[in-house]
């Protein structure tokens, strides 16, 4: 038996406004920044890691957040932790005072996801298996016990989540075998943000496609002339066999969205994401009537599954991109993959970021093997920065995120890399 006894934390942000990578029409000048948690324990085996993404300010808010649940969890038994993660999160999620903070929602409730993830981490690092397969290796009643249906059943009962489980069981064998070999498909936005000047554009998205990404996303919203012009320069640069996607950050009112997108005069564009506020669902439904075929896309600023599980009611989006560390971690995650595949819609997670590729690519893969069962229309954000900060750095060849191998969550940061870019003092 072994016991958990302090959680390490650290506000860790690197300097990418320098080179404007990661610049869009709502976020010009990102310092990509994690509130970084590893939970320590009595025995000599591997600690957890977990994090949440931030942009920079506010960082410390974050770090501060993760800090007021080592209380609930430091005495604990690690392996009754552990062994019942569905009551943990409900523990952590339903805490009578922290909750007056969302509910569900913002600072506090991504805080919890860094410490389910840290937790998620640490159990498959003892079980000597990475997330995905430590997921996938879960019965369906196992995963309904992580899920919590309060505010789900009016779309998605335990017994729907069963239903799904149940008939995604048979060939999850050969789909591990097919990950494993085949990979996940990826899209690229690495071309794409606003900073970058035409040529640099031009060029990232000819390299792109020469590597064999199927997809590349360009932001939008800033200049709608500009947004024609680069848009051009992309479709030149890849040619007609690699969708482009847009991605407009949340820039647009409701109307100003429709119109826009109408401008921009491409009915064979891949999606639009983030045109309005990402609480707005009534907002997307009608922008996603009025753009259509293109498909409307969000998730990454998804408060959690309640939102999730409205978008998807109101038909607001025709793509779903999960984000491992917008909401309450993996637990919330499963959530919302259960709703999409409820739905029938895609799941297409956001990544970039600091470590949010080596995160959600677990999900994705334990998705297309014990959930979905399919990878028809789905692909992982991909962005080729800060990945050698981390222990497992993600490996995309082809186009296509190789299946990690490693035991843990993928968020394990690299311990020279904390210390390098550490700000404040660590706790
Ligand atoms: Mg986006």
């Known amino acids: 038996m072994s016991t958990i006894t302090a959680f390490r934390t650290h506000d860790v942000r690197f300097p990418t406004s320098t080179l404007l990578d990661g610049s869009d029409a709502m976020n010009p000048d990102p310092d990509y920044s994690a509130a970084y948690l590893r939970i320590v324990t009595d025995d000599d085996g591997p600690d957890g890691h977990g994090f949440v993404f931030t942009i920079g300010r506010g960082n410390d808010v974050q770090v501060a957040a993760v800090r007021l649940l080592e209380g609930m969890l430091v005495g604990r038994e690690v392996e009754s932790v552990l062994g019942d993660l569905g009551e943990t999160w409900r523990r952590l999620v339903h805490d009578s005072q ?27 690092k003892r079980a000597g298996l990475p997330l995905w397969l430590l997921l996938s290796s879960l019965s369906p009643e196992e995963l309904v016990d992580l899920v919590d249906f309060r505010y789900l059943t009016d779309a998605l009962t335990p017994q729907d989540a069963l239903d799904i489980l149940r008939t995604a069981l048979p060939g999850r064998e050969e789909r591990t075998a097919t990950l494993l070999r085949e990979g996940y498909p990826a899209y690229t936005t690495t071309p794409g943000w606003l900073g970058y000047d035409d040529a640099k554009l031009e060029r990232l998205a000819a390299e792109a496609a020469a590597e064999g990404f199927r997809q590349i996303k360009l932001k939008v919203g800033s200049d709608l002339a500009d947004d024609r012009r680069r848009l051009a320069i992309a479709r030149r640069a890849v040619g007609d066999g690699v969708a482009i996607a847009v991605d407009a950050n949340q820039r647009w009112g409701v109307d100003e969205a429709v119109e826009w997108v109408r401008a921009l005069e491409d009915p064979t564009l891949a999606w639009v994401e983030e045109p309005t506020s990402p609480d707005d669902v009534l907002g997307h439904a009608r922008i996603a009537r009025e753009v259509a075929p293109i498909p409307v896309a969000s998730g990454e600023h998804m408060g959690g599954r309640v939102m999730a599980k409205q978008f998807l009611q109101a038909d607001a989006v025709q793509v779903l991109q999960i984000d491992a560390t917008r909401v309450a971690g993996v637990n919330e995650n499963i959530a919302m993959l259960l709703l999409a595949a409820r739905f029938g819609v895609r799941v297409c997670p956001h990544a970039g970021g600091v470590g949010l590729c080596e995160a959600v690519q677990h999900l994705s893969m334990f998705d297309v093997v014990a959930v979905s069962g399919t990878l028809e229309g789905r692909m992982i954000e991909y962005v080729d920065h800060l990945h050698e900060h981390f222990a497992e750095p993600v490996v995309v060849r082809g186009g296509r995120y190789l299946a990690p191998s490693g035991p843990g969550a993928g968020t394990e940061m690299l311990a020279p890399s904390i210390a390098a870019y550490e700000v404040g003092t660590p706790r």
Request: net charge positive; glycine share 12%; charged share 20%.
């Open 98 to 124: 922290l909750r007056w903070l969302g509910p569900e929602k913002g600072v506090m409730h991504m805080a919890i996801g860094a410490v389910v993830t840290a937790l998620w981490d640490l159990r498959a």
